[in-house]
């Protein structure tokens, strides 16, 4: 099961952690209560993460127009093309760390491959997969 966690970068916002229910709890006249669901729901940018997260982020070589969309990537070893794109997500922070970040993310559907989630890092300009989606 992931759990999330109070981390800014998406790839650390959540950690696999063993599934416990919790525990059924009686009322004052003995009824069984269905526990409290959480008080703030997840959002909704919180749910569109990758189910299969890379621990170190892969360098892709892209194609782009020259306005700078997406139209294939180099992945496995063949040239997928982009069949649909959502984004940037533009993430930054940690500026106080050594390892400040600031990226735009994408959620890519690659023909032959599916859904995944790639960026791009501002530092470098260059484009990482980061996961992918069942």
């Known amino acids: 099961m992931a759990a999330l966690e109070d ?10 952690k063993t599934f416990r229910p919790p525990p ?3 009322g ?4 069984l209560l269905q526990p409290v669901e959480a008080a703030e729901p997840v959002p909704e940018f919180m749910r569109e993460r990758p189910s299969r997260s890379l621990g170190t982020p892969a360098t892709i070589d892209v194609e ?5 969309v997406l ?14 794109l959502v984004g940037p997500e533009r993430l930054s922070g ?15 559907h690659f023909e032959g491959l ?8 501002a530092r470098d300009g260059r484009f990482y997969l980061q996961g992918l989606f069942d």
Request: glycine share 10%.
């Open 114 to 121: 599916g859904p995944a989630w790639v960026f791009r890092d």
């Open 28 to 31: 004052l006249e003995g009824e």
């Open 94 to 108: 940690d500026w106080w760390d050594a390892g400040p970040y600031s990226r735009d993310y994408y959620r890519v």
């Open 71 to 84: 139209l294939a990537a180099r992945l496995g070893g063949w040239r997928r093309r982009v069949m649909a």
């Open 64 to 68: 782009m127009t020259a306005s700078g």
């Open 7 to 16: 981390m800014h970068r998406p790839e650390d916002a959540y950690e696999t």
């Open 24 to 26: 059924m709890r009686r």
